[in-house]
């Protein structure tokens, strides 16, 4: 299976506000059908405090799109 780390500094605000961003981003990656065997460190930044969930989970969906790491995004 593939597992994943969430990071988010402490600039971007108080626990509330980095364990919110962390918390949504865990949800949005839980929803993805995400190719097994990869290790993938995830770092929150500030655009991540401001955004809606659903912008969040759709630059993830991308963001993996990109590195092939949704089914079906191999060359």
């Known amino acids: 299976h593939s597992r994943f780390g969430f990071v988010v ?31 993938v460190v995830i770092i929150g930044r500030a655009p991540a405090a401001r955004g809606t969930y659903q912008q969040l989970r759709q630059e993830l969906q991308d963001l993996f799109q990109r590195a092939r790491l949704l089914p079906g995004s191999e060359r």
């Open 9 to 39: 500094g402490k600039r971007l605000g108080n626990a509330i506000v980095r364990n919110r961003i962390k918390r949504r981003l865990r949800e949005a990656v839980r929803q993805m059908p995400v190719r097994q065997g990869y290790d």
